[in-house]
């Protein structure tokens, strides 16, 4: 795993984390995404923080990919963790097959496509997912939802109740220029 930046038409870098893997069809070796932060420029205030988010989410990562290393399944090495003083903070797991919907359907893709000439200061495609997986989990009010940011694993930090409305906003004025053409 390491941390790619890659930039973009605007100038501007997508920072993500992300693997690269051996396709068992084609042989071939490809990139996938496994956590984004956002598109940012790397020397303003927010770059900065994202990348900084993302060394220390990567650190983390490495740590309990090394520490599942020999186990059979998920479930050995979850009851594990406790025996190791290793802890996942009792975080929700759930979403992880959800997730990898998300990206088989490349909906990480379509979606940075359609906001890619805006300027939104968080990744649309990530809050996108959030809100798919707040009405998944626990259906409630939107303000409801973004309270509950912090119950997943994954680093939803950039989540609040002005990005959830500003994303609905965005997500609006797309469909309505789609339903004109």
């Given at each position: 795993m390491y941390i790619s930046k890659s930039k973009r038409p605007n100038g501007k870098y997508f920072i993500s984390i992300?693997?690269?893997?051996?396709?068992?069809k084609t042989k071939k070796s490809k990139k996938i995404q496994i956590k984004g932060f956002g598109t940012h420029d790397l020397d303003s205030k927010s770059g900065k923080e994202a990348l900084a988010q993302a060394e220390a989410d990567l650190k983390e990562m490495i740590?309990?990919?090394?520490?599942s290393q020999g186990f059979e399944n998920f479930e050995d090495f979850i009851e594990s963790l406790s025996k190791d003083k290793l802890s996942l903070n009792h975080k929700n797991l759930g979403y992880l097959p959800y997730l990898k919907i998300f990206?088989?359907?490349?909906?990480p893709n379509f979606f940075?496509?359609?906001?890619?000439?805006?300027?939104?200061d968080y990744s649309f495609s990530n809050l996108m997912f959030y809100?798919?997986?707040?009405?998944?989990f626990n259906p409630s009010s939107k303000l409801e939802v973004a309270s509950r940011k912090d119950d997943f694993l994954y680093d939803f930090s950039f989540v609040n109740s002005?990005?959830?409305?500003?994303s609905l906003d965005v997500f609006l004025d797309l469909i309505?220029?789609?339903?004109k053409h």
């Open positions: 992300a693997k690269g893997i051996r396709d068992p740590r309990l990919d090394e520490a990206n088989q359907l490349k909906l940075t496509k359609m906001v890619k000439d805006s300027k939104l809100q798919v997986l707040g009405r998944l002005d990005n959830i409305y500003s309505n220029i789609n339903l």
